[in-house]
C-alpha cells in the first residue's frame, strides 16, 4: 500500500491498495452510493451531489482508501468551517472552556501519543465539525501558552467513502475541501442503508480491512495524530415516543468493527458529541480515557457518549450494542 499521485492532481496524493477491486464492482458501488448521498444534499454546507468520474475524482476509485494534500492556514479552516456551519463558534467556546483537557492532549500529541475521538453519529457533518473545531483550539491554545508554539496537529478524519460523491458549498468535491485539515481515511460503513443495497458485504470488508491496515502500518513520528470519527456504523434514528413527558429518544446503532479495532489501536480514546441538527447546537466534551483491552470495552465509550448527549440536549440518547436491538427500536 503506497500514496500515489495522478497527473491532474499534482496537490493531493491518494493512498492506493492494489489488492482491491475496481471495474464493475466499483461502478455498482457507486449507483448505490449516488442514491444514498442524494438525501444529504442541501443544508447549512450546501451540499451538493457530484457525479461518478473516477478521472476527475480519483477518490472515487475502489482501490483509494485514504487521500491528503496541503493544509490550509488557521484562518482559512475558520472561514471553512463557519460557511459549513454557522455554529462553529459555539464548537471552539465549548473547547476553549476545557483548558484541562487541552493541556492533556498538547502534552499527548507531543509526546507520540495517537488520540481516537469518537463522537455520535447524527449528522454527516458533526465529526469533521468537532475535529475542526479541535485542530483550531489546540493551535491557539498551545501558542498562548508558549507550550508548543509551532504546534500543527496531526489530524486524521475517518469518513464514508460515500462522501466522495458529494460536493461542499454547492461545487467544490467535499474531499477536496477536508483534506485542508485531515489526513482523509475513507470507509464503508455497515449501515443500515449499505447492507440492505447490493454492495457485497466482502467488497466491504475488505476495503475497510485495508484502511485499517494502512492505520496501523502508519510510520511512526515525532508527533502524535487525532483521529476523528464518528462511532455508530450508522447515522442515529430519532423516534417519537409515546411514554408521557418524553417527545422522543435518538437512538445510536452499533459500533463499527473497525472502530472497535482502531479503540484498541489507539493510545487514548475521547468520547464526545454534537448535535448540529436543531437551531441551538448541543455538544459534550468527555475526558481522555485508554484504549479499551477488549472488544466490549467499546460498548462503555459509545453508552458514555450515549448519555452525556442525554445530558447536554435534554433528549434521551440510547445506544443499542447489537443490530437487532437497534432494528427493533427503530422499527
Same mark, same amino acid.
Given at each position: 500500500?503506497?500514496?500515489?499521485?495522478?497527473?491532474?492532481?499534482?496537490?493531493?496524493?491518494?493512498?492506493?491498495?492494489?489488492?482491491?477491486?475496481?471495474?464493475?464492482?466499483?461502478?455498482?458501488?457507486?449507483?448505490?452510493?449516488?442514491?444514498?448521498?442524494?438525501?444529504?444534499?442541501?443544508?447549512?454546507?450546501?451540499?451538493?451531489?457530484?457525479?461518478?468520474?473516477?478521472?476527475?475524482?480519483?477518490?472515487?476509485?475502489?482501490?483509494?482508501?485514504?487521500?491528503?494534500?496541503?493544509?490550509?492556514?488557521?484562518?482559512?479552516?475558520?472561514?471553512?468551517?463557519?460557511?459549513?456551519?454557522?455554529?462553529?463558534?459555539?464548537?471552539?467556546?465549548?473547547?476553549?472552556?476545557?483548558?484541562?483537557?487541552?493541556?492533556?492532549?498538547?502534552?499527548?500529541?507531543?509526546?507520540?501519543?495517537?488520540?481516537?475521538?469518537?463522537?455520535?453519529?447524527?449528522?454527516?457533518?458533526?465529526?469533521?465539525?468537532?475535529?475542526?473545531?479541535?485542530?483550531?483550539?489546540?493551535?491557539?491554545?498551545?501558542?498562548?501558552?508558549?507550550?508548543?508554539?509551532?504546534?500543527?496537529?496531526? $489530524?486524521?478524519?475517518?469518513?464514508?467513502? *460515500?462522501?466522495?460523491? &458529494?460536493? !461542499?458549498? /454547492?461545487?467544490? +468535491?467535499?474531499?477536496?475541501?477536508?483534506?485542508?485539515?485531515?489526513?482523509?481515511?475513507?470507509?464503508?460503513?455497515?449501515?443500515?442503508?449499505?447492507?440492505?443495497?447490493?454492495?457485497?458485504?466482502?467488497?466491504?470488508?475488505?476495503?475497510?480491512?485495508?484502511?485499517?491496515?494502512?492505520?496501523?502500518?502508519?510510520?511512526?513520528?515525532?508527533?502524535?495524530?487525532?483521529?476523528?470519527?464518528?462511532?455508530?456504523?450508522?447515522?442515529?434514528?430519532?423516534?417519537?415516543?409515546?411514554?408521557?413527558?418524553?417527545?422522543?429518544?435518538?437512538?445510536?446503532?452499533?459500533?463499527?468493527?473497525?472502530?472497535?479495532?482502531? $479503540?484498541?489501536?489507539?493510545?487514548?480514546? *475521547?468520547?464526545?458529541? &454534537?448535535? !448540529?441538527? /436543531?437551531?441551538? +447546537?448541543?455538544?459534550?466534551?468527555?475526558?481522555?480515557?485508554?484504549?479499551?483491552?477488549?472488544?466490549?470495552?467499546?460498548?462503555?465509550?459509545?453508552?458514555?457518549?450515549?448519555?452525556?448527549?442525554?445530558?447536554?440536549?435534554?433528549?434521551?440518547?440510547?445506544?443499542?450494542?447489537?443490530?437487532?436491538?437497534?432494528?427493533?427500536?427503530?422499527?
Amino acid at each position: 500500500m503506497s500514496f500515489i499521485s495522478f497527473k491532474d492532481h499534482p496537490s493531493h496524493e491518494f493512498m492506493q491498495c492494489p489488492d482491491l477491486v475496481r471495474d464493475k464492482e466499483e461502478e455498482e458501488v457507486h449507483e448505490v452510493f449516488g442514491r444514498l448521498a442524494a438525501p444529504h444534499q442541501g443544508g447549512s454546507a450546501d451540499l451538493a451531489l457530484l457525479p461518478y468520474d473516477p478521472e476527475k475524482y480519483p477518490e472515487q476509485r475502489l482501490d483509494i482508501v485514504g487521500m491528503r494534500g496541503p493544509k490550509a492556514d488557521i484562518a482559512t479552516i475558520r472561514n471553512l468551517a463557519n460557511a459549513a456551519y454557522r455554529g462553529f463558534g459555539f464548537v471552539e467556546d465549548g473547547l476553549r472552556a476545557r483548558p484541562d483537557l487541552l493541556n492533556n492532549l498538547v502534552l499527548e500529541i507531543s509526546g507520540g501519543s495517537n488520540v481516537l475521538t469518537v463522537l455520535d453519529h447524527g449528522t454527516i457533518i458533526n465529526s469533521p465539525i468537532f475535529g475542526a473545531a479541535l485542530f483550531t483550539t489546540l493551535h491557539e491554545f498551545s501558542a498562548e501558552h508558549e507550550a508548543l508554539e509551532s504546534l500543527h496537529p496531526n $489530524m486524521s478524519l475517518i469518513a464514508s467513502k *460515500l462522501i466522495t460523491r &458529494l460536493a !461542499v458549498f /454547492g461545487s467544490i +468535491p467535499s474531499s477536496r475541501v477536508l483534506t485542508n485539515i485531515y489526513y482523509l481515511r475513507y470507509s464503508i460503513p455497515p449501515s443500515r442503508n449499505v447492507r440492505r443495497s447490493n454492495i457485497p458485504p466482502q467488497l466491504r470488508k475488505r476495503f475497510n480491512a485495508a484502511m485499517i491496515s494502512s492505520y496501523a502500518n502508519e510510520p511512526a513520528t515525532d508527533a502524535g495524530e487525532i483521529t476523528v470519527i464518528s462511532g455508530s456504523g450508522s447515522t442515529d434514528v430519532v423516534k417519537r415516543s409515546h411514554l408521557p413527558r418524553r417527545t422522543s429518544t435518538i437512538h445510536m446503532g452499533p459500533v463499527a468493527t473497525g472502530t472497535v479495532a482502531l $479503540m484498541q489501536q489507539c493510545d487514548r480514546i *475521547l468520547p464526545s458529541g &454534537l448535535n !448540529v441538527s /436543531g437551531n441551538q +447546537p448541543a455538544m459534550a466534551i468527555g475526558f481522555l480515557r485508554p484504549a479499551i483491552s477488549e472488544d466490549t470495552g467499546a460498548v462503555g465509550v459509545m453508552g458514555q457518549i450515549a448519555g452525556m448527549m442525554t445530558d447536554a440536549t435534554g433528549i434521551e440518547h440510547a445506544y443499542h450494542p447489537t443490530r437487532e436491538s437497534f432494528e427493533r427500536a427503530i422499527g
